[in-house]
Structures are given as structure tokens and as C-alpha cells.
Nanobody, 115 residues
Framework: QVQLVESGGGSVQAGGSLRLSCAAS????????MCWYRQAPGKQRELVAT???????NYADSVKGRFSISRDNAKSTLYLQMNTLKPEDTAVYYC?????????WGQGTQVTVSS
């Protein structure tokens, strides 16, 4: 059974950095576009960053220049490097991706940024 498992969340002060990872497990024969979403308390889930199978990237305006999405297909792992974190980045971050032509979600990892 295919699963996505996030790691790397935690608590940091404003201006700090974190690196999130999302590892895919199970029998995987294709990996399509992968994304990071986040959901803050009382708010809707929002798309943070996307990376296509060929490596093209796109970012939400709120994180451009601070966050970087990447992927290692050999390791079936997705990353999100988050720099210059702000309190408004506090949220649960979810990994999302198309594996074996189906959409999967991770369970989420909490990121808390204090001022």
C-alpha cells in the first residue's frame, strides 16, 4: 500500500529555518506532480508549492523567495526547505502527490513559528 509520511516539522523562532521531508513508501512505479499544502487554525487548506515530474516549480506568493520545493525520485522523497520563517507560516503542512496515477495525502506535520 502506498503511503506518504511527512517529517521535519517543529517549533522555531521567526527568521529560522526548517526542512520538511515527505517519503513515499510501498510499490511505486510512477511519481507525478507533488505538492505541499498547509492549513492554519481556522483557515482553509492552501497550496504552498508544486513541483512537476520534470522539476518545474511554482510557489504561493506568500512564500516566494523563502521556500524551496525539491524532489529526489530515486529516494521517492519530496522536500520543502523553509527559510526566514514568519509567525504566519504556522500551520500543519501536508504532502500531496500523484503516485501510480492516484492522489495521496500525508498525515501532516506541525510547524510553529514564534515571534
Amino acid at each position: 500500500q502506498v503511503q506518504l509520511v511527512e517529517s521535519g516539522g517543529g517549533s522555531v523562532q521567526a527568521g529560522g529555518s526548517l526542512r520538511l521531508s515527505c517519503a513515499a513508501s510501498g510499490t511505486i512505479f510512477s511519481i507525478g506532480a507533488m505538492c505541499w499544502y498547509r492549513q492554519a487554525p481556522g483557515k482553509q487548506r492552501e497550496l504552498v508549492a508544486t513541483i512537476t515530474s520534470s522539476g518545474g516549480t511554482n510557489y504561493a506568493d506568500s512564500v516566494k523567495g523563502r521556500f524551496s520545493i525539491s524532489r529526489d525520485n530515486a529516494k521517492s522523497t519530496l522536500y520543502l526547505q523553509m527559510n526566514t520563517l514568519k509567525p504566519e507560516d504556522t500551520a500543519v503542512y501536508y504532502c500531496n502527490g500523484f503516485l501510480n496515477l492516484r492522489e495521496y495525502w500525508g498525515q501532516g506535520t506541525q510547524v510553529t513559528v514564534s515571534s
